[in-house]
């Protein structure tokens, strides 16, 4: 028997932060994967990869991961704005 073993309390689930983004970004009706080009134009969100991985990176950065798992799992279905914690709040109010 292993007496220095300490109990350990059940782990907490895996928070994926793009994941998080993504919900959030489909409760507002923003499409994060980028249409087909059409008529030689490019998708119109996001208005390039480049803004993806910056808003993906933010949110992998933010220090609200805990807070942002709670309002998902109480927030409604459909919103019309982000919560104003979200680092990316802006740009998903501009997309």
């Not at 994941?19 to 134009?41: I, N, T």
């Amino acid at each position: 028997m292993n007496w220095n073993h300490k109990r350990t309390a059940a782990a907490a689930p895996q928070i994926f932060p793009a994941r998080q983004l993504a919900e959030v970004g489909a409760r507002l009706d923003r499409d994060f994967v980028p249409a087909p080009r059409v008529a030689a134009k490019a998708a119109s969100w996001p208005a390039g990869v480049s803004l993806l991985a910056q808003m993906i990176d933010a949110c992998q950065r933010c220090d609200a991961e805990e807070v942002c798992s709670d309002w998902l799992a109480r927030a409604p279905k459909k919103i019309a704005t982000p919560p104003a914690f979200c680092p990316n709040a802006d740009a998903l109010k501009r997309s």
